[in-house]
């Protein structure tokens, strides 16, 4: 019957399966599922079906890697030939050689029946494995063929089904011939073809390279293992002339990649600061209510301090006998179980000066309004302000215990800046008030309860802390002390926190009432200590889990400042705004206008509001009288704006701010100018031909008037110098009062062609004699500037 088998060559299904380690259920799935299902584990296989066998067993049973098929073979311990100790040796080893019958002959030697094919033992097939690398290692087999054999194998599915009837057929030659050894060397043409498969699949697939945001060409090309020359000339067919140096971006680096015929995977190079800080989205049902915070703004003496100290006084409980009320910068009341958080610096300087450094943390502003003095230029400022961080307005009319108070007139003044009462049918809060006797100030409360109740303000105390630095100072005895706001998250003593620049540990945190706190939810504010340095106020604070990497953060951040300060990026100036507007990142132009009189700035701001063209419109978010100072150069700088001055000049503070921030101001005489440089600016035509290059300044301390030279002016020269031939300015109060030249310069009585700082001289203006003395003359020359 055996003897049958292996004439005939009988290949059954139990055998198929005994010899892949697989039970027949498995192997009878598989025809199955591609063929007929066979009737039984004795039904004999057709060469097609084990082909197919075989073809679906080297496709789901891949290796790692061909190294460890290898590796496997070699290291495979001989097989103890204890099992069947009576049997000879030979017949044991040549078993699988001789293919199936051989095996079922030996069977009956372990003395089983019908033994279940999942319990047959592998190293049953992985002796003659073994040989067969000894074969290989022998140099009898030539490794050439295999290659020829792999294009068979890859090129069509028929001729994968005719290879396997070859080597069938061949096997059966063999046999015939070559007796037990033959059905080894089908094993390892089995072997060799599914390793060769490992070796197309791993050909066909293409080299996955990771490229990042930006990368350079000869490292693109190292990743791709591919010579730089093939990568720059793969660049340079799709239009890109490039060395092997410069840096591509990912999408160009990407398009190369993928030509040469590379599968592309970003590289998300992750930073410290987003392995350290916590930025996850909070889940809707973790968050909960937080108490607003508010700011108070407003005109100077309209009793900004009144009311925050009233409200202090008047709400705030001293829980702790001796507890006292300090100064930290903020601090929260109760409004009828309600809290609200109450930024204790008053002023839209400060609240400018946060959103400078990127804090956005107010959520109401309370404009308050002397109701017998009315709007001043602050109120505008400080409406302005708010406006441009988009909170809202809670107007609080202060001062209406006197007599003389007007709140109709000051609604009538608030509809001008778009702040229209409810009574009068706006939708703007106003509340009457009196920060002296407290009339009217729980009602302002309420009224800011409402406003952040419908606001929604939530937060989730049930994560790290983030929050801003209100205030940050150096204490003598307790080192740097700063007060935070809680945005997010709760602060307990002793994490670890990273504010800007600044690291240190939450050694202790108290709040206004100087009471000690262990933890501080949302918008609560504390004053802490224990930080290594003084953090700047506006800087964004985090608590975070790794304190080592919290100073690596730090130390990078101030590489960037450092870099970043010399850098005006993001910036707008007239001479790149249509550049910007062309790549899409300006679409309004804001500009803040500041002229010498109400008149003239209502004509810049309508005339410059009219340029607006398809691409960008200009939005003046603050137009104002009186010399430019340095909270519109923060504003501006916040905002992305650029400074407009109709007959106005900078002041000192502003002409710092502005250099460092790099904020752009330009100052006219004459309003066609003014609209002209902005319109060209925007088509992109503006050629700046001549540029201001300033000189010195000046100041006048006497006026004579000299018998044939007119009106003399007895200066002291400030700063830099004065030339004879300077063209100057002459100032007042920080508004221009004359544009022209100089008459004459002298000394004592000696005509003088230039006059430096620290001296004195007498100066006298072309055409002009209305000189007084604490008037400044600023002496500047113009330049050509070469294009
Ligand atoms: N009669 C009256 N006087 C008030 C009221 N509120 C403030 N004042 C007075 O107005 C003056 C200015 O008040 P402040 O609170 O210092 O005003 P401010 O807006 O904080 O002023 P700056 O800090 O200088 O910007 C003080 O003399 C206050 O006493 C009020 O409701 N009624």
């Not at 968050?287 to 003496?301: K, Q, S």
């Not at 050694?507 to 504390?526: C, D, F, K, Y």
Request: charged letters at 25%; glycine letters at 8%.
């Amino acid at each position: 019957m055996e003897v049958a088998h292996l004439l005939n060559n009988k290949y059954r299904v139990h055998e198929v399966a005994k010899d892949f380690g697989k039970n027949s259920k498995e192997i009878a799935d598989i025809l199955t599922q591609y063929a007929t299902a066979p009737k039984n584990h004795m039904q004999a296989l057709e060469d097609r079906e084990l082909s197919l066998i075989f073809e679906y067993l080297t496709q789901h049973h891949q290796v790692e890697s061909i190294e460890s098929v290898f590796a496997d073979v070699y290291h495979e311990p001989k097989p103890a030939p204890a099992p069947a100790p009576s049997a000879p040796a030979a017949p044991k080893a040549a078993a699988p050689a001789q293919g199936k019958p051989q095996q079922q002959g030996a069977r009956p030697q372990q003395g089983g029946q019908a033994q279940p094919a999942a319990q047959v033992q592998r190293p049953a097939t992985r002796v003659p494995e073994k040989k067969l690398v000894d074969t290989r290692k022998g140099g009898a087999v030539n490794l050439e063929k295999y290659d020829e054999r792999l294009e068979k194998i890859a090129s069509t599915k028929t001729t994968q089904m005719q290879a396997g009837k070859q080597k069938f057929q061949g096997r059966n030659n063999n046999q015939r011939r070559g007796g037990g050894f033959q059905g080894n060397k089908r094993r390892q043409e089995e072997q060799d073809r599914m390793r060769r498969l490992q070796l197309e699949i791993a050909k066909k697939t293409p080299l996955k390279v990771m490229i990042p945001d930006e990368i350079a060409v000869n490292e693109l090309a190292s990743r791709m293992k591919k010579t730089g020359a093939e990568v720059v000339k793969t660049l340079m067919k799709n239009g890109i002339m490039a060395s092997m140096s410069d840096v591509i971006d990912f999408d160009t680096a990407a398009i190369i990649a993928e030509e040469m015929g590379c599968k592309v995977e970003k590289e998300v190079i992750v930073t410290i600061e987003e392995k350290l800080i916590d930025t996850a989205e909070d889940k809707a049902e973790d968050l909960i209510d937080r108490a607003p915070v508010v700011v108070v703004m407003g005109h100077v003496d309209h009793g900004k301090t009144s009311l925050l100290d009233y409200i202090r006084s008047a709400h705030v409980v001293d829980r702790e006998a001796g507890g006292i009320t300090q100064h930290i910068g903020a601090y929260q009341v109760e409004v009828k179980g309600k809290p609200i958080t109450f930024l204790d610096t008053p002023g839209h300087e400060a609240f400018t000066a946060m959103r400078a450094r990127g804090a956005m943390i107010t959520d109401v502003a309370i404009l308050v309004v002397a109701a017998d003095d009315g709007i001043m230029p602050q109120t505008i400022e400080s409406i302005n302000h708010a406006k441009a961080a988009e909170i809202p307005i809670i107007v609080a009319i202060n001062k209406m215990d006197k007599p003389e108070a007007n709140p109709e007139r000051i609604k009538q003044q608030l509809t001008e800046y778009e702040l229209v009462a409810e009574d009068w049918g706006g939708e703007t809060i106003i509340c009457p008030i009196s920060a002296k006797t407290g009339e009217g100030v729980d009602n302002l409360l309420e009224m800011v309860t409402l406003t952040a109740e419908m606001r929604e303000l939530k937060a989730n105390p049930n994560r790290s802390a983030h929050g801003a630095v209100i205030e940050a100072r150096l204490d003598k005895g307790r080192g740097p002390v700063a007060t935070l706001l809680v945005q997010n998250g709760t602060l307990n003593q002793g994490d670890v926190i990273i504010a800007g620049t600044a690291v240190g540990r939450v050694r202790a945190m108290q709040n206004a009432q100087g009471e000690t706190l262990e933890h501080a939810g949302p918008s609560v504010p504390v004053e802490i200590i224990g930080m290594a340095e003084v953090p700047q106020a506006g800087d964004d604070f985090h608590a975070v889990a790794d304190e080592r990497m919290a100073r690596e953060l730090a130390e990078q951040r101030k590489h960037d400042q450092k870099m970043a300060s010399s850098s005006a990026l993001g910036k707008v100036t007239l001479e790149d705004l249509f550049s910007q507007i062309q790549q899409g990142e300006v679409k309004n132009l804001n500009v803040i206008v500041k002229a010498d009189v109400q008149g003239s700035a209502e004509a810049v701001k309508a005339s410059l509001e009219k340029i607006s063209n398809e691409e960008v419109r200009v939005r003046v978010i603050h137009c104002a009288v009186g010399a430019i100072n340095e909270s519109d150069v923060m504003l501006a700088s916040t905002s992305g704006a650029i400074i407009v001055g109709f007959n106005v000049r900078p002041d000192s503070n502003a002409k710092i701010s502005a250099a460092r921030d790099h904020v752009d101001m330009r100052m006219y005489r004459v309003i066609y100018d003014c609209i002209d440089e902005i319109e060209a600016a925007m088509k992109g035509m503006l050629s700046p031909k001549f540029k201001e290059v300033e000189l010195g300044t000046v100041e006048v301390r006497e006026v004579y008037k000299i018998t044939g030279a007119g009106i003399i002016a007895g200066c002291y020269v400030t700063s830099g110098r004065v030339t004879r031939n300077a063209q100057i300015r002459l100032v007042r109060d920080g508004i221009v009062v004359h544009e022209g030249a100089i008459a004459s310069l002298r000394r004592f009585k000696d005509d003088q062609k230039e006059v430096a700082q620290g001296y004195e001289c007498g100066i006298g203006i072309e055409k002009y004699s209305d000189i007084k003395v604490g008037d400044i003359i600023e002496a500047f020359e113009m330049q050509q500037i070469e294009v």
